[in-house]
């Protein structure tokens, strides 16, 4: 019995610096993910050089945004318009709002006015158009997906004939370790999106799961918040959760226009917990300069967004190997380099411009 004492002493003390050596290595890992993606982004080419002018001269390419009413979506596709201009040949940008039976005419108007590529971008869900999309592609209409599905985690549907993905893995990755980082491996986080978004899943199970794995003393809490309730329903379950749990340290919606319905939340709950958040959207950067609630944004050029997904469906008209990850890199944005995003912040501001000519370059363009 004697000898118990000390095995048992010895085991607990094994499982101790185990669990710190654990904890350790996650933190060493956070802080370099965190310094990685707070260095100015470079160009890396997705594929060989090709003559875009060429392959394109009697095509033409058709973007249906989720809706234009987003400055999101609106700066993708202003990517895409510009990329073409660079180019030489025709872009339509559908309006929509929002709204199924303005995306379903968006691919009517394709078809019938025999435009070559149909591209759903920034989120919109293209299960809801199937049988459109099917009767597109039967037409002989090529049918993608621009900024919609996780390049690492989820599928291009078979329905569709490529998609130019993100690696929103990476960005959740990078919330997840800021926070870490920030309170030494004590998060107590609310993580909300709104479930109907496509690239939602990704991004809320990488924040999750980064925390789980590398922080074994960190907490989260999801809150499913629809995009159509977001200006009703995200700033009383935010206040409520934080009230209920003064520990909260942080919150993190997924997309970083929730912002401007957390904040007043925090305010009323009269809590100390800081915003974490993705897509570098101008108002929320503007929010980082003026207070420091919005504490890092990852961000990443939008207009680079749509000229990489411009190449990516050049490549699939003109024959060429796909490409169905795009090259833009994730951004951090703090206090420290906010202000080079603009005053006001703009989606392209902070990033450089090393985009514009790599893609003239591969594309041949003097």
Request: with cysteine.
């Amino acid at each position: 019995m004697k000898l118990l004492k000390p095995i048992a002493f010895a085991t607990c003390a094994i499982a101790i610096s185990v669990s710190a050596f654990s904890a350790q290595a996650g933190m060493d890992e956070a802080k370099a993910l965190i310094e990685k993606h707070s260095q100015l982004p470079t160009f890396d080419a997705p594929g060989e050089a090709f003559d875009a002018k060429a392959c394109m001269a009697d095509k033409k390419m058709f973007v249906i945004p989720l809706t234009n009413a987003n400055p999101f979506n609106a700066a993708i596709s202003q990517g895409f318009v510009d990329a073409a201009e660079i180019v030489g040949f025709e872009l339509r940008d559908w309006e929509t709002q929002m709204d199924p039976a303005g995306w379903i005419q968006g691919v009517n108007t394709a078809v019938a006015e025999k435009f070559d590529l149909i591209d759903m971008q920034g989120g919109l869900p293209p299960e809801f158009l199937v049988p459109q999309i099917t009767e597109a592609r039967e037409a002989g209409v090529k049918v993608t997906a621009t900024h919609n599905y996780d390049a690492s985690t989820q599928e291009i549907p078979e329905f569709l004939d490529s998609g130019a993905n993100t690696d929103y893995v990476t960005v959740g990755n990078i919330i997840a370790a800021w926070t870490i980082v920030q309170t030494g491996g004590k998060v107590n986080a609310l993580v909300l999106g709104p479930d109907e978004i496509t690239p939602t899943a990704p991004l809320r199970d990488a924040i999750i799961g980064y925390l789980e794995e590398h922080c074994p003393d960190c907490k989260t809490t999801y809150i499913n918040v629809p995009v159509n309730d977001w200006a009703t329903k995200t700033q009383p379950a935010v206040q409520n959760a934080l009230l209920a749990d003064s520990s909260i340290n942080y919150v993190l919606p997924v997309y970083d226009s929730l912002s401007q319905f957390i904040v007043p939340a925090i305010q009323i709950a009269n809590s100390k917990a800081k915003i974490v958040s993705y897509n570098g959207t101008p108002f929320v950067l503007d929010m980082m300069r003026e207070d420091d609630i919005v504490e890092m944004n990852v961000g990443e050029s939008l207009g680079w967004v749509g000229m990489a997904g411009t190449d990516a469906n050049m490549r699939l008209l003109c024959g060429l190997d796909p490409v169905t990850k795009l090259n833009t890199p994730a951004y951090i944005f703090t206090d420290d380099n906010v202000a080079s995003a603009g005053n006001p912040a703009t989606f392209n501001d902070g990033y450089g411009d090393v985009h514009i000519e790599g893609f003239k370059k591969l594309w041949n363009i003097e």
